[in-house]
């Protein structure tokens, strides 16, 4: 498997707290995503970074914000949480533009209570 | 209109049957195009490309079609194993990253 990590797995929150979410990779991939992934819904991509400190918005991205001070290290932020919120955070990481061997990590469990 | 749009199923199928997923997508411009595997509270794994000449790996082969803008994954002899939900993914305008299905369904009994 892919060296990618997250943390926390598991959160729980309330609304109006501030919350960050790391994704850790070992593999020096140049391109990192960030994708909730809710029923209904499918996996939609908030952010990606296609370098350090470079960093773009995604499909939804309201809400959020992102940060990629060093290659192996991506973090999500959520200002003021939110019930809606509440989903599964996957990271992603690729080497190529496009995601074409694209790894994700684990995911991180966040419910805003 | 949904970016990729595909049947969410659920599949039954026994052990041995062959099953086909399709999936449509909306952007003619795409360029790359995927079947991801996601098992239950797990992340998406890639499981193969798709080319225009179709493509294959083992019991599962892939095609596309880009004047009907279609993707399919046929599986063969289906294992138990196989039981996950299957996610079409398609690239998006800017090449960056990925449209993702919402996933079909499928349960192998045995």
């Known amino acids: 498997d892919a060296g990618i990590t997250q943390s926390p797995r598991h959160k729980v929150t309330e609304t109006g707290t501030p919350v960050t979410l790391r994704c850790h990779q070992t593999e020096n991939h140049r391109y990192m995503y960030w994708y909730r992934q809710d029923p209904g819904h499918g996996l939609r991509l908030i952010h990606y970074?296609?370098?350090?400190?470079?960093?773009d918005k995604g499909e939804v991205s309201d809400g959020y914000s992102v940060s990629r001070s060093k290659t192996e290290d991506f973090l999500l932020t959520l200002e003021s949480a939110t019930s809606s919120q509440t989903s599964v955070y996957f990271c992603?990481?690729?080497?190529?533009?496009?995601?074409?061997?694209?790894?994700f990590g684990p995911g991180t469990r966040l419910t805003v209570t | 209109r949904k970016e990729v749009e595909q049947d969410p199923g659920p599949f039954n199928v026994p052990e041995g049957a062959t099953v086909a997923f399709n999936c449509t997508y909306s952007?003619?411009?795409?360029?790359?195009f995927f079947w991801y595997r996601q098992d239950c509270r797990k992340e998406p794994k890639l499981l193969m490309s798709?080319?225009?000449s179709g493509n294959e790996d083992g019991r599962f082969t892939a095609q596309l079609n880009r004047a009907s803008q279609y993707i399919s994954l046929l599986i063969r002899d289906s294992k138990l194993s196989d039981s996950a939900t299957y996610l079409c993914?398609?690239?998006?305008?800017?090449?960056?990253?990925?449209?993702f299905g919402k996933g079909t369904s499928l349960l192998v009994t045995p």
């Open positions: 992603a990481i690729s080497e190529s533009r496009g995601q074409t061997t694209g790894y």
């Open positions: 798709v080319y225009s």
């Open positions: 970074s296609y370098g350090v400190k470079d960093t």
């Open positions: 952007n003619s411009a795409s360029q790359s």
């Open positions: 993914v398609v690239t998006g305008d800017s090449g960056y990253a990925l449209n």
